[in-house]
């Protein structure tokens, strides 16, 4: 492992999120911090309490798990499509570096940029809604866990889109209904027996479930399935990423 | 064959669409010197240095650098491999500076100012150094992407068209850095559609065409070996039929008759019909008159063209 690789790659993704400030820290804050508004504010007031938490502080932790996995994808995906796309990854091919540090230096960039962001949206948060992190360190693991992860999701993403449609296509279509789905403005013994079942396959469910009880205590799912969701799903897209820069898949004809 | 820098042994290349790039090939590259590989468009030489650093993964074969098997030892190998891609491509908000110091990181090296300090200065990008890409010219791009290439110190350079949509002055100037380097004794494998850069610059010259390697050559000895010479004799007055003393040479005549144009391998001047000074003589006996002389070599591309066609 060198270092100098890993902190070259951080250092020029981070100075990329510093260039593109506005569109990439403020606009998630200000359309998250819109939801808090909407739902916890003014609609939220008119609907009964879950689990003993008022509703405006219930979505909290869901919103900031939809910003959280969006943006990570997102950020991760565009970071190695756009070299990708401009032909500047020949430099990255041909460094004397291995898959890891190439991740690391990626993926870590973006997941710090999520986790800021998720800091920054709790901090916002508070402002309008009333409530206490009961579990401060769970809620820090579970934030770096989910945006590691889904990180490496949007670089897996950027490698395997062939254009800017298809970098927007999974986000859009995968991302945003299984969080809008796994329970991040309800919880989910409020939805029908079998839709409860079904709910159980995605994979959302668990991350907002395990965040959620970092704050209140309360959880759709245990805490223990939550965290082994996690990371079975960081091991899964690990292992793809290997197996990616072994066989040179869309990287490498 | 003892001091090679890079060994490509039986190096081929499939793509996915069945187009065979490489066939093959068999290269190997003396430490020090600067190696040019010619041929034409879709030939292989993209296709070949791609493979050798990193960017194709072979179909079959073996590529090792400076001892290196460029697969299996990939850190120690691609280290010593600086690469001058053939598109114009980077990160147009970066500023010169900090996409010269990301190459250097990227291969490894710990920081150091002063030697991208003196990269930039040599490539004259030091009064660009913080601007934007986007805002500089192509030549300018050309450069950076050198600059790039050279940040990590490598022990070999390679240029894939270093000089294609370059103006001649760049170019002159660019020839001069690749010399410097190689004074520095930094190996340089150039591709090149420019006969001439190869002809200035190269110590050998390797023509690849249809993925196969048709010849490697030192420069001269190429020059020497496939060179045609030919010597125009020009007459005072024009011939209708040649003397028959003249019979013996190869001699064509131009269509008015006043011109003898003598054609002869350079390697073998003395050889068979007895070369220019029989010639000379034989024109002195039959009375022609002769009002001047001149010789000419074929160049690198005519022999470039001849090869060519003839393996077409």
């Not at chain 1, 502080?57 to 997102?74: D, E, W």
């Not at chain 2, 650098?65 to 990939?74: Q, W």
């Not at chain 2, 004259?124 to 913080?130: A, C, S």
Request: aromatic content about 10%; hydrophobic content about 50%.
């Amino acid at each position: 492992m060198n270092v100098y690789p890993v902190r070259a790659i951080y250092m020029a993704e981070m100075m990329r999120t510093r260039r593109t400030l506005l569109q990439s820290v403020v606009s998630p804050v200000i359309s998250t911090s819109l939801y808090f508004v909407v739902f916890g504010a003014a609609i939220g007031s008119r609907i009964d309490e879950i689990g003993g938490v008022s509703y405006g502080a219930f979505i909290v932790p869901g919103l900031i798990m939809l910003m959280l996995l969006t943006q990570s994808v997102s950020n991760a995906s565009f970071g190695i499509f756009f070299p990708k796309f401009s032909g500047s990854i020949y430099e990255l091919l041909s460094a004397p570096i291995s898959f890891l540090e190439i991740v690391i230096g990626y993926v870590g960039a973006a997941a710090t940029k999520s986790v800021v962001l998720g800091l920054i949206i709790l901090a916002t948060a508070r402002l309008f809604v009333p409530m206490e992190v009961a579990h401060p360190a769970w809620m820090l693991l579970f934030l770096l866990l989910t945006a590691v992860t889904f990180s490496m999701l949007g670089f897996i993403i950027g490698i395997w889109a062939d254009g800017f449609d298809q970098l927007q296509l999974v986000p859009l279509l995968v991302i945003t209904p299984l969080t809008f789905l796994g329970g991040s403005f309800y919880s989910i013994d409020m939805l029908p027996p079998f839709w409860q079942g079904v709910t159980l396959f995605n994979p959302v469910v668990y991350l907002v479930s395990g965040f959620r009880w970092s704050f209140y205590g309360i959880s759709d799912v245990s805490m223990g399935a939550s965290l082994a969701m996690v990371l079975l799903f960081l091991f899964v897209c690990l292992a793809v990423i290997a197996w990616i820069f072994r066989t040179g898949y869309r990287l490498k004809p | 064959m003892s001091d090679s820098i890079i060994r490509i042994d039986g190096l081929s290349k499939t793509f996915a669409g069945g187009f065979q790039a490489l066939r093959q090939v068999d290269l190997s590259i003396q430490r020090g010197e600067i190696f040019a590989l010619l041929g034409p468009n879709g030939a292989g030489k993209t296709t070949l240095i791609s493979a050798v650093c990193g960017l194709v993964s072979p179909s079959q074969g073996t590529v090792w650098v400076d001892g290196f098997d460029n697969v299996k030892a990939y850190r120690p190998a691609r280290e010593r491999i600086g690469l001058v891609p053939q598109e114009l491509t980077n990160e147009a908000f970066e500023t010169v500076w900090n996409t010269v110091s990301f190459s250097r990181g990227l291969f490894g090296k710990p920081p150091n100012p002063t030697h991208i300090e003196r990269v930039l200065k040599s490539l004259t990008l030091w009064e660009k150094r913080n601007n934007r890409l986007i805002t500089l010219s192509g030549g300018m791009k050309r450069r950076v992407l050198i600059a790039k290439a050279l940040s990590h110190e490598p022990r070999i350079l390679f240029l894939d068209e270093p000089t294609a949509g370059v103006d001649v002055a760049l170019r002159r100037e660019m020839w001069d850095v690749v010399r410097e380097l190689r004074d520095h004794g930094v190996t340089i494998i150039l591709t090149t559609h420019y006969i001439e850069e190869a002809e200035e610059m190269a110590d050998r010259i390797g023509v690849i065409n249809h993925g196969e390697i048709v010849l490697v050559e030192e420069k001269h000895a190429l020059i020497e070996k496939l060179g045609r010479k030919q010597l125009t004799v020009q007459l005072f007055e024009p011939l209708q039929t040649l003397p028959p003393g003249l019979a013996t040479f190869a001699l064509t005549q131009n269509d008015a008759g006043d011109e003898l144009i003598y054609s002869y391998e350079s390697a073998t001047q003395k050889a068979g019909d007895g070369g220019i000074s029989a010639l000379l003589g034989a024109l002195n006996k039959a009375g022609v008159g002769v009002k001047d002389l001149h010789t000419r070599q074929s160049s690198l591309e005519d022999i470039f063209v001849d090869l060519v066609k003839e393996r077409a």
